[in-house]
């Protein structure tokens, strides 16, 4: 069966980088847009961008150019959001979530559980 | 970016009653719209896609309904289990964007 395995908590200080995974197992990689979502404490969603593992072509919110950088690794199935320059505005869950095949299927029917990013001082 | 407003922010219902959420887009979406349920300290799961399919798995109580801009969520026969955050989101366009929820609770 489909899942999405994500990386644990993190607690990073503010300036820094840090860099969360999802490990997907039970379909093909390669096929499948992976996309990244924030939502923070009491918060709404935000979608961040996709990667698309067979080749690498990624997409972002242009309000997260320069924050979030998406990246893949085929050899392992998984896909990684690395988030720079951090302040406590980007403290938030994180979740990879996997869109449904098919060019108009613009939402996600898999889901990661989520990565708590903690950042302070 | 298409502006999804959703409405009620939160709202209490007894078991076994009907209750609809709705969601109205800052444009016309064509039916692009999924709804998710999020239960407290859990990720989304979806709903509904298309505006009105049934994922599968999910009861058929829930159902969706819209088109245009103005959308909805309805659930018949409220259970316990539905208590839970409820999202909409568009994909008719980038960026992708998502409604703010809806907290479902029982009376």
């Given at each position: 069966?489909?899942?999405?395995?994500q990386?644990?908590?993190?607690?990073?200080?503010p300036?820094?980088?840090?860099?969360?995974?999802?490990?997907?197992?039970?379909y093909?990689?390669t096929?499948?847009?992976?996309h990244w979502?924030?939502?923070?404490?009491g918060?709404?969603?935000?979608?961040?961008?996709?990667?698309?593992?067979?080749?690498?072509?990624?997409k972002?919110?242009q309000?997260?150019?320069?924050?979030a950088?998406l990246t893949?690794?085929k050899?392992?199935?998984?896909?990684?959001?690395?988030?720079?320059s951090?302040?406590s505005?980007?403290?938030?869950?994180?979740?990879?979530?996997?869109?449904?095949l098919?060019?108009?299927?613009?939402?996600?029917?898999?889901?990661?559980?989520?990565?708590?990013?903690?950042?302070s001082? | 970016?298409?502006?999804m407003t959703?409405?009620?922010a939160?709202?209490?219902?007894s078991l076994?009653?009907?209750?609809n959420i709705?969601?109205l887009?800052?444009?016309?979406?064509?039916?692009?719209?999924a709804?998710?349920?999020?239960?407290?300290g859990?990720?989304?799961?979806?709903l509904?896609?298309n505006?009105n399919?049934?994922?599968?798995?999910?009861?058929s109580?829930?159902?969706?309904s819209?088109?245009?801009?103005?959308y909805?969520?309805?659930?018949n026969?409220?259970?316990s289990?539905?208590?839970?955050?409820?999202?909409?989101?568009?994909?008719?366009n980038?960026?992708l964007?998502?409604g703010?929820?809806?907290?479902?609770?029982?009376k």
């Amino acid at each position: 069966q489909v899942q999405l395995q994500q990386s644990g908590a993190e607690l990073v200080k503010p300036g820094s980088s840090v860099k969360i995974s999802c490990k997907a197992s039970g379909y093909t990689f390669t096929s499948y847009d992976m996309h990244w979502i924030k939502q923070q404490p009491g918060n709404g969603l935000e979608w961040i961008g996709w990667i698309y593992p067979g080749n690498g072509n990624t997409k972002y919110n242009q309000k997260f150019n320069g924050k979030a950088t998406l990246t893949a690794d085929k050899s392992s199935s998984t896909a990684y959001m690395q988030l720079s320059s951090l302040t406590s505005e980007d403290s938030a869950v994180y979740f990879c979530a996997r869109r449904r095949l098919g060019a108009r299927y613009w939402y996600f029917d898999f889901w990661g559980p989520g990565t708590m990013v903690t950042v302070s001082s | 970016d298409i502006r999804m407003t959703q409405s009620p922010a939160s709202l209490s219902a007894s078991l076994g009653e009907t209750v609809n959420i709705e969601c109205l887009a800052s444009e016309d979406i064509y039916s692009d719209l999924a709804w998710y349920q999020q239960k407290p300290g859990k990720s989304p799961q979806l709903l509904i896609y298309n505006a009105n399919s049934l994922q599968n798995g999910v009861p058929s109580r829930f159902s969706g309904s819209g088109s245009g801009t103005q959308y909805s969520l309805k659930i018949n026969s409220l259970q316990s289990e539905d208590v839970a955050t409820y999202f909409c989101q568009q994909y008719n366009n980038y960026p992708l964007t998502f409604g703010s929820g809806t907290k479902l609770e029982i009376k």
